[in-house]
């Protein structure tokens, strides 16, 4: 069974662009989850959806959003660029409702550097 | 809100050694799930163990085992006989027990170093 992926694994961008990261989950999981992480604040939760809806968001500004396609495919989309959005973006996935609760698994990851 | 610290930025442990890693968390609910997951250099995330509140029993798997103080809210992992794979970045993280909550609050991170 594949696992996470996550697309593109690295992009540079420069202040005021907006980027677009994707991420296709483990074949059979409804749950994708997001989440940002930098050295000085580590893993923050971005949001998660489920059926193509967002039920949990996490404490970041409007800039960041996201959507999730009808196969469990999702999108997270950063407008606006600051230099403060540099980081990894993980993109996790489970079955939400089976298998063991709380267990994510993840991608390897998009590396976002903002000049 | 719920928070988790890892007081230990970084660890080191001769390989064979056993080495134990801090997690202590604060949360007013009496029922939720703790996990620790590593993350190899380069590699993807993956879950290591994980633990109930509710159980007393500590959870254990082959070399890596828990020690859970659900009264002082504290959620050690025990490596046993360290291994040079073991090498990566351990995150200690907290899930509320509700149903359709997939989130995780994440401590810090102590990375742990694996020497020869």
């Known amino acids: 069974k594949a696992g996470v992926t996550q697309t593109p694994r690295y992009l540079i961008k420069t202040r005021g662009q907006q980027v677009t990261l994707s991420c296709s989950p483990i074949?059979?999981?409804?749950?994708v989850s997001w989440y940002q992480q930098t050295p000085g604040q580590g893993l923050q939760f971005l949001f998660e959806?489920?059926?193509?809806?967002?039920?949990n968001k996490g404490n970041f500004p409007g800039r960041f959003s996201g959507r999730q396609f009808s196969n469990s495919r999702s999108e997270m989309n950063v407008s606006t660029l600051e230099l403060g959005d540099s980081a990894l973006y993980l993109c996790?996935?489970?079955?939400?409702?089976?298998?063991?609760?709380?267990?994510?698994?993840f991608g390897e990851g998009s590396r976002l550097t903002v000049l | 809100a719920q928070t988790v610290t890892q007081s230990q930025p970084e660890m080191s442990v001769q390989e064979a050694e056993t080495v134990t890693l801090s997690c202590t968390y604060d949360t007013s609910e009496s029922d939720y799930y703790l996990f620790w997951y590593k993350q190899p250099p380069s590699r993807q995330m993956i879950l290591v163990i994980r633990q109930e509140a509710y159980k007393q029993q500590n959870a254990t798997e082959n070399r890596f085992s828990v020690n859970f103080q659900k009264a002082a809210k504290s959620f050690s992992l025990k490596i046993s006989d360290s291994q040079l794979g073991d090498a990566a970045m351990y995150f200690c993280?907290?899930?509320?027990?509700?149903?359709?909550?997939?989130?995780?609050?994440f401590g810090t991170g102590t990375r742990l170093t694996i020497i020869p």
């Open positions: 959806y489920f059926s193509e809806t967002q039920r």
């Open positions: 996790a996935s489970s079955p939400s409702g089976t298998g063991v609760p709380g267990e994510l698994f």
């Open positions: 993280a907290y899930r509320s027990p509700n149903f359709g909550n997939e989130k995780l609050t």
């Open positions: 074949s059979g999981h409804r749950s």
